[in-house]
């Protein structure tokens, strides 16, 4: 089975902390995505990244980074964390028509 | 962009009744379409997916979709609803990319599906 990780299940971190969110995906997928997920707003897209070093924009960039050095990990970098930065974060892989797989995601607290 | 509209932010059901979960969407190509269920605190997993084979489409846990493109939807069904049923579902469809390579997917809202014994 393909298998999408997320380094941290729960995280707690203080405002303007930077803060690394990292995902690691074991079946040489093209294609990560970012998501945040909030109650009643559903999942919107942060980054993604097709291939390595390569990174688009999402719905929601503000506030957010990422990094793609190599093909298995796409990290989620917080330059400055706010408390509306206190979410469900969702990574997922895909390769072709299979759509995505996500991994289990980090429930991040700042305060 | 693509949109998905799932009409209903929550369904209630008795156990062993059917379960429908509703869903739009609107693309001006033929689109690949996917149901998701998430349950507490885990991320979402595949449920079933269409990608312009058979219409009916049987996916995992007894659940099933149909593609009725003249209504540009995509409705989630299963007979009779189990109480471990009872999660987060989203319906998304993606951005056709070039080739074989898959888009992005945009999601709907999501339904939550309770299930009373």
């Known amino acids: 089975d393909v298998k999408v990780t997320q380094s941290s299940r729960y995280l707690v971190k203080r405002t303007g902390e930077k803060v690394f969110l990292e995902c690691v995906q074991d079946?040489?997928?093209?294609?990560m995505f970012w998501y945040r997920q909030d109650p009643g707003l559903g999942l919107r897209l942060i980054y993604f990244?097709?291939?390595?070093?390569?990174?688009e924009k999402g719905d929601i960039p503000e506030g957010y980074s990422v990094s793609r050095e190599k093909k298995e990990r796409f990290s989620l970098i917080l330059e400055s964390a706010s408390t509306n930065q206190t979410s469900m974060y969702l990574c997922?892989?895909?390769?072709?028509?299979?759509?995505?797989?996500f991994g289990s995601g980090t429930r991040l607290t700042v305060v | 962009a693509q949109s998905v509209t799932q009409l209903g932010s929550h369904v209630s059901v008795s156990e062993g009744a059917l379960v429908l979960l509703r869903c739009n969407y609107s693309?001006?190509?033929?689109?690949?379409l996917f149901w998701y269920v998430q349950y507490p605190n885990q991320g979402l997993q595949l449920l079933l997916k269409?990608?312009?084979?058979?219409?009916l489409v049987k996916g995992i846990n007894g659940f099933e979709a149909e593609f009725k493109k003249s209504e540009t939807s995509f409705h989630l069904t299963k007979p009779s609803a189990h109480m471990s049923d009872a999660a987060e579902y989203f319906c998304?469809?993606?951005?056709?990319?070039?080739?074989?390579?898959?888009?992005?997917?945009?999601f709907g809202r999501g339904t939550q599906l309770t299930v009373w014994p």
């Open positions: 997922a892989s895909s390769l072709g028509g299979d759509g995505y797989t």
């Open positions: 079946m040489d997928h093209e294609n």
């Open positions: 990244s097709y291939d390595v070093k390569m990174k």
């Open positions: 693309s001006s190509v033929p689109p690949y």
């Open positions: 269409y990608t312009s084979a058979a219409t």
């Open positions: 998304a469809v993606s951005d056709p990319g070039g080739g074989s390579t898959l888009g992005r997917l945009y």
